[in-house]
């Protein structure tokens, strides 16, 4: 089966710093690897993903980007952070064909 | 555009009876339907899912079931445990498995 690791858990950061949210997927090879960010009281929304290394489809024009140097790495970044940027973030994948998603625990973003 | 829709953003209900939960989505497109559930600070977990083709889906206490003419499905759980706590969120997708997710129904099961 497939696992999702993500870190760091929580980030506190100050407006104009920069980011990097790393994720991880052990047991299956050739992933789709996804970011979603759920912003409170809301529901997830998809900022990126990926269907191999090098390939990354932005679904939302943001301060963030995305970058996947190996098969089984997803990266999330960003080089000046806004206060809108604050939220819950969370890797998922999947195997190539499925269409469930397994998620990581989330990464909880807060820019003071 | 929100896609999935979770009109409902809490519920709450007694131990041992039934909890609905339900969703709406807009794009006729959508072929697979799934229900996944997330408690506080951690990542959504998967429930249940049906295909566009059935219009029932059985799982243990949980059923899922599928309107397609009026584009809504539910999430039925019976009977109701205190470890049902927690957020429900309805995802679609269809063919390029990118999930769309509605906004999250807050269930609360009472002792």
């Known amino acids: 089966s497939q696992t999702i690791h993500q870190w760091p858990a929580t980030l506190v950061q100050p407006v104009g710093s920069p980011l990097s949210l790393e994720c991880t997927v052990e047991?299956?090879?050739?992933?789709?690897l996804y970011w979603y960010r759920q912003a409170a009281g809301r529901g997830l929304q998809l900022l990126f993903y990926?269907?191999?290394?090098?390939?990354i489809s932005s679904e939302v024009p943001q301060n963030l980007s995305a970058s996947r140097p190996q098969d089984r790495q997803f990266i999330l970044s960003s080089k000046k952070l806004l206060l809108s940027d604050s939220g819950f973030y969370l890797c998922s994948g999947s195997s190539s064909g499925a269409n469930v998603l397994t998620f990581g625990a989330g990464s909880r973003l807060t820019v003071l | 555009d929100q896609q999935v829709k979770q009109n409902s953003p809490s519920l709450s209900v007694q131990e041992g009876r039934i909890s609905i939960l339900n969703c709406d989505y807009t794009n006729s497109m959508f072929d697979y339907f799934l229900w996944y559930k997330k408690y506080p600070a951690e990542g959504p977990t998967f429930l249940i899912s049906?295909?566009?083709?059935?219009d029932k889906n059985e799982d243990g206490r949980f059923t899922v079931f599928l309107n397609k003419s009026a584009k809504h499905l539910s999430l039925h759980i019976v009977p109701s445990q205190p470890g049902d706590s927690a957020v429900y969120f309805c995802?679609?997708?269809?063919?390029?498995?990118?999930?769309?997710f509605g906004a999250g129904t807050t269930v609360t099961v009472r002792a």
């Open positions: 047991g299956t090879s050739n992933p789709n």
């Open positions: 995802a679609a997708s269809h063919n390029d498995y990118k999930l769309s």
């Open positions: 990926s269907v191999g290394i090098g390939q």
């Open positions: 049906i295909s566009s083709i059935k």
